[in-house]
């Protein structure tokens, strides 16, 4: 099976976390800035069959599709640079290989071959990457290779890589490897020494790279890239530096500056039309608004490794730029006490989505100050769990609870959903992915979204527990966003309240830098208003 499309393989050396994901999908930027349909597909040679197992220490946020996978992070770079919605099948995994070969294995599809890594595992790896290029109809399929070059696990993936670039022609696939060029201040000097060991590596999987990207803190000058150019045997316009930038938005316009779509684009033969990347610099430049500042607390158990809520940040970044004001992040460890000296100076605060009960106490807390000081407050997910939980204690139901963090509570205002009474297997048994939601009239919900009915993406197990609907609706609880037929609850605010909304889904996943969030835009206003007042009131 040879495909219609062409291929960008990306792989990566030196070190891991040099912004790879974030380089081919600013890649991918370019090339749609000339009118080229492009996709993506992210290899992670980890063996867990998808990422919604993982700690978020080890792998950051696990990014949620629309048809319910949970994913790599990458996926949402590319979806934001590429404004498309990503199949899950765009996240090939070791363990997603492996198990579909055994499967055919135990059919007996092999015919009594000898199963083998080469042959069987690497036509695998190559069906599941042409399968995507088939599907999406893209020109060119993206596809970045997870690690650094040289680890064991990503061995099957380079030779398949290897052969799918014989099989396609070497007009159709083109490699771009990315590096770290380090300076050595006591030397005064940069280093190409660690590019030219990866690069030979590289070679030796039988992979020639068409193009080295080099990832530095400082710019490097052109005898610098002639050197890379000379050593690692790539043309000289095709050793492209990426010093460090301020914002992850600009790095395709250095990209394009470093005249990376031209190059590609005569590389692989591609028909373009002309290139179009004004929208693309209007947004950088309204995310450099600082005329404004305010501060919003994010209060969540992994904040010390920010790429745990990376899509909740990002989204922040876009509604930001389209209120016109800069967003300082303070994040706030949930696990240590929460008081008004701790959060007294933010202008709002949002509870992200997590699991497991350490940390509940201080979100909890977070929920009280914000209702006893009319705060602006956003929870998603666990942070509207939260929500519900402490407006329902002030509101007389003493200790009441979610059953996923005290199953003998008197009042279990967040429960377990019914379908998930009978699931024993943790892994991708959430409810996932994409559903509608309708919204309720007169909401701020509603008001926000400008719409009768949207549809966001979920993972989660609990839900609000519809046999306390009524005692909250009573209490004051404004049920603004519900499923399709009524059943599960969505959406909940507050009237008396300056902005208290929380969703059982992740808007954050559906947020791009050209079009931000409904949600994330009506509370940054709300954010704004307060910080106004205060700042008022201290005057
Ligand atoms: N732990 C909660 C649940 O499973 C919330 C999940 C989340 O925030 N993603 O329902």
């Given at each position: 099976?040879?495909?219609?499309?062409?291929?960008?393989?990306?792989?990566?050396?030196?070190?891991?976390?040099?912004?790879?994901?974030?380089t081919?999908?600013s890649i991918?930027?370019i090339?749609?800035?000339?009118?080229?349909?492009?996709?993506?597909?992210?290899?992670?040679?980890?063996?867990?069959?998808?990422?919604?197992?993982?700690?978020?220490?080890?792998?950051?946020?696990?990014?949620?599709?629309?048809?319910?996978?949970?994913?790599?992070?990458?996926?949402?770079?590319?979806?934001?640079?590429?404004?498309?919605?990503?199949?899950?099948?765009?996240?090939?995994?070791?363990?997603?290989?492996?198990?579909?070969?055994?499967?055919?294995?135990?059919?007996?599809?092999?015919?009594?071959?000898?199963?083998?890594?080469?042959?069987?595992?690497?036509?695998?790896?190559?069906?599941?990457?042409?399968?995507?290029?088939?599907?999406?109809?893209?020109?060119?399929?993206?596809?970045?290779?997870?690690?650094?070059?040289?680890?064991?696990?990503?061995?099957?993936?380079?030779?398949?890589?290897?052969?799918?670039?014989?099989?396609?022609?070497?007009?159709?696939?083109?490699?771009v490897h990315v590096t770290?060029v380090?300076?050595?201040?006591?030397?005064?000097?940069?280093?190409?020494?660690?590019?030219?060991?990866?690069?030979?590596?590289?070679?030796?999987?039988?992979?020639?790279?068409d193009m080295i990207i080099c990832r530095s803190?400082?710019?490097m000058?052109?005898?610098?890239k002639?050197?890379i150019s000379?050593?690692?045997?790539v043309e000289r316009e095709a050793v492209i530096n990426t010093p460090?930038?301020?914002?992850?938005?600009?790095v395709?316009?250095i990209l394009n500056q470093e005249h990376v779509g031209?190059y590609v684009?005569?590389?692989?033969?591609?028909?373009?039309?002309?290139?179009?990347?004004?929208?693309?610099?209007?947004?950088?430049?309204?995310?450099?608004?600082?005329?404004?500042?305010?501060?919003?607390?994010?209060?969540?158990?992994?904040?010390?490794?920010?790429?745990?809520?990376?899509?909740?940040?990002?989204?922040?970044?876009?509604?930001?730029?389209?209120?016109?004001?800069?967003?300082?992040?303070?994040?706030?460890?949930?696990?240590?006490?929460?008081?008004?000296?701790?959060?007294?100076?933010?202008?709002?605060?949002?509870?992200?989505?997590?699991?497991?009960?350490?940390?509940?106490?201080?979100?909890?807390?977070?929920?009280?100050?914000?209702?006893?000081?009319?705060?602006?407050?956003?929870?998603?997910?666990?942070?509207?769990?939260?929500?519900?939980?402490?407006?329902?204690?002030?509101?007389?139901?003493?200790?009441?609870?979610?059953?996923?963090?005290?199953?003998?509570?008197?009042?279990?205002?967040?429960?377990?959903?019914?379908?998930?009474?009978?699931?024993?297997?943790?892994?991708?048994?959430?409810?996932?992915?994409?559903?509608?939601?309708?919204?309720?009239?007169?909401?701020?919900?509603?008001?926000?979204?400008?719409?009768?009915?949207?549809?966001?993406?979920?993972?989660?197990?609990?839900?609000?527990?519809?046999?306390?609907?009524?005692?909250?609706?009573?209490?004051?609880?404004?049920?603004?966003?519900?499923?399709?037929?009524?059943?599960?609850?969505?959406?909940?605010?507050?009237?008396?309240?300056?902005?208290?909304?929380?969703?059982?889904?992740?808007?954050?996943?559906?947020?791009?830098?050209?079009?931000?969030?409904?949600?994330?835009?009506?509370?940054?206003?709300?954010?704004?208003?307060?910080?106004?007042?205060?700042?008022?009131?201290?005057?």
């Amino acid at each position: 099976m040879i495909s219609l499309s062409k291929y960008i393989v990306v792989t990566g050396g030196v070190v891991s976390s040099i912004g790879k994901g974030i380089t081919s999908a600013s890649i991918g930027r370019i090339l749609r800035s000339y009118g080229v349909d492009v996709t993506a597909i992210k290899i992670d040679p980890y063996l867990n069959w998808d990422s919604g197992t993982l700690n978020p220490y080890q792998h950051g946020e696990v990014f949620v599709t629309e048809d319910g996978m949970e994913t790599d992070l990458d996926l949402g770079h590319y979806e934001r640079f590429l404004d498309v919605n990503l199949s899950g099948k765009s996240n090939i995994t070791t363990g997603k290989v492996y198990s579909s070969v055994i499967d055919h294995e135990r059919k007996g599809d092999y015919l009594g071959s000898c199963v083998q890594i080469i042959p069987h595992i690497t036509n695998k790896i190559k069906d599941m990457i042409r399968k995507i290029a088939n599907e999406s109809h893209a020109e060119v399929v993206l596809v970045e290779v997870g690690g650094t070059v040289g680890d064991i696990e990503s061995q099957p993936f380079l030779e398949a890589l290897r052969q799918l670039r014989n099989e396609e022609g070497h007009d159709n696939v083109m490699v771009v490897h990315v590096t770290y060029v380090p300076y050595l201040k006591a030397a005064g000097e940069f280093k190409t020494k660690p590019t030219q060991h990866s690069t030979k590596e590289l070679r030796s999987t039988g992979i020639i790279p068409d193009m080295i990207i080099c990832r530095s803190e400082l710019p490097m000058d052109q005898p610098l890239k002639n050197k890379i150019s000379h050593f690692c045997d790539v043309e000289r316009e095709a050793v492209i530096n990426t010093p460090d930038v301020h914002s992850i938005y600009e790095v395709p316009l250095i990209l394009n500056q470093e005249h990376v779509g031209e190059y590609v684009i005569n590389r692989i033969k591609l028909e373009t039309g002309k290139q179009d990347l004004e929208e693309w610099k209007k947004v950088v430049n309204a995310l450099q608004q600082d005329e404004y500042q305010v501060n919003v607390g994010i209060i969540g158990k992994y904040v010390e490794l920010e790429d745990a809520y990376m899509s909740i940040r990002e989204s922040l970044k876009h509604a930001a730029a389209h209120v016109g004001i800069k967003v300082n992040i303070e994040w706030i460890q949930a696990e240590n006490k929460i008081n008004e000296e701790k959060i007294s100076h933010l202008d709002s605060i949002l509870i992200p989505g997590g699991f497991g009960e350490r940390g509940i106490s201080g979100k909890l807390e977070a929920v009280r100050y914000s209702l006893q000081h009319q705060v602006p407050l956003f929870g998603i997910c666990l942070g509207m769990q939260c929500m519900v939980i402490e407006f329902a204690r002030l509101n007389g139901l003493d200790d009441a609870h979610s059953t996923e963090f005290n199953p003998e509570t008197p009042y279990p205002v967040i429960d377990l959903m019914e379908e998930q009474k009978k699931i024993k297997n943790i892994g991708g048994t959430m409810r996932l992915g994409s559903y509608p939601c309708q919204l309720k009239e007169g909401t701020m919900a509603k008001d926000a979204y400008g719409e009768k009915e949207v549809s966001e993406r979920h993972r989660h197990r609990y839900e609000l527990n519809n046999d306390y609907r009524e005692i909250l609706q009573e209490k004051g609880l404004i049920i603004s966003g519900t499923s399709h037929d009524d059943f599960l609850v969505e959406m909940v605010e507050l009237k008396d309240h300056p902005w208290f909304l929380g969703c059982q889904f992740h808007p954050e996943f559906k947020s791009r830098p050209n079009k931000a969030h409904p949600i994330f835009v009506s509370f940054l206003e709300a954010t704004l208003l307060n910080h106004k007042q205060k700042s008022m009131h201290n005057d």
